[in-house]
């Protein structure tokens, strides 16, 4: 097993070598991509981001989780894709690296959950199952940007590390693919309206002067966002610093045309005090006898915390389906919030049975293949 140290003591004199903070990106609340000067835009995209080092000894892909291991500082993604690692061997020069996006494409679209399967096998020892996944559910690597080729390029402005990065890419084959770019405000609003129904989280606005900032904001992303009435159906406790229960994230609903309240997400980001004063605010309705409860009663809907191996039995509280708040969300996925939503505000004015579907709007379809045709 390759560890942080032995890709170090791998590079040559001047090489980089792991770990790297990823450079990051702010949210702007932009209406008019025209405004923007000198910028280039790309599709966000929502899977694992991954720094890819190409060494003489072998592939280290490094993610943005921490490791547990002592002395290692991030998680190496390498075990878990092994059809990216054989790419990258194959196809990229000794002293590359690589900042770029993991995603699983199924049907047209980017699947996370099947995106997320792929690291339940958590160590080269279930290579078998590893190998299996990588099969029935390969993965891509969607490269936006290069940090040596082989030579270092982190201090050149971004427009010149484009440039770089499609001459390094050309020839590339799956699962090693060029992110789209374009500095077309039209091109880049076509793409944020047309394939979020494909998964497309938004827009990456990038300067093109910047040079790459490791840990920095200095890139902006324009997401979807959206809001809908909800009903507050139950909650999930958390423990505060000082020892007392307070509220960890609040369990939303939305009905569908029978009736049926389904579990679309939860909204948890509350602050301390927060957290503490909506104990109060869902006191009246705490649920005496939970049994009539639509996500206990036996109904056909969509349930918190659904059966897994890694649950077990009810983890959430419910509350009498009648509270409703108003909150932001990105995307829809499968029927529930692609991420945790926004609390925005209370709604005594709305009743629970108005917190539809129906406001969700329908997308035109869209394939992802489309977006990513050279």
Request: charged content about 25%; some cysteine.
């Amino acid at each position: 097993m390759f560890t942080w140290h032995d890709h170090v003591m791998d590079q040559r004199p001047g090489a980089l070598a792991p770990p790297i903070e990823p450079m990051l990106a702010k949210a702007m609340s932009v209406t008019d991509l025209t405004s923007l000067r000198n910028v280039t835009f790309e599709p966000k995209w929502d899977g694992f981001r991954c720094l890819l080092f190409r060494t003489g000894q072998g592939i280290v892909m490094q993610g943005r989780g921490r490791s547990r291991t002592p002395g290692d500082d991030y998680i190496d993604l390498a075990y878990a894709f092994p059809e990216i690692v054989a790419a990258a061997a194959a196809q990229l020069p000794v002293g590359v690296v690589l900042d770029g996006e993991i995603v699983a494409i199924r049907e047209g679209r980017l699947d996370f959950a099947l995106l997320s399967s792929r690291l339940r096998p958590r160590s080269e020892a279930a290579g078998p199952s590893i190998r299996r996944l990588a099969l029935e559910a390969p993965a891509d690597l969607l490269v936006f940007d290069v940090l040596a080729c082989p030579e270092p390029v982190m201090d050149q402005p971004f427009a010149t590390r484009r440039a770089r990065l499609e001459a390094l890419a050309v020839g590339w084959a799956k699962p090693l693919l060029l992110t789209p770019s374009t500095t077309d405000p039209g091109i880049a609003g076509g793409w944020f309206e047309r394939f979020e129904s494909s998964g497309v989280d938004g827009l990456i606005v990038k300067p093109d002067g910047e040079p790459y900032a490791p840990g920095k904001r200095t890139q902006g992303k324009i997401k979807h966002q959206r809001t809908a009435d909800v009903v507050v159906a139950g909650w999930r406790e958390q423990v505060s610093k000082d020892g007392c229960v307070v509220v960890g994230s609040l369990l939303l609903g939305m009905h569908d045309a029978s009736g049926g309240l389904h579990f679309v997400g939860g909204a948890s980001a509350f602050t301390a005090r927060a957290r503490s004063e909506l104990l109060d605010t869902i006191a009246p309705f705490v649920a005496d006898d939970d049994r009539s409860h639509p996500w206990t009663s036996g109904d056909d809907v969509r349930t918190p915390g659904g059966a897994s191996r890694w649950s077990k039995g009810k983890d959430w509280r419910p509350l009498s389906p009648s509270l409703v708040a108003e909150v932001s969300y990105d995307q829809v996925e499968s029927g529930r919030f692609r991420h945790a939503a926004g609390f925005v505000r209370w709604r005594p004015d709305r009743e629970a049975s108005s917190c539809t579907f129906e406001q969700v709007p329908t997308l035109e379809a869209s394939s992802i293949e489309d977006l990513l045709q050279p």
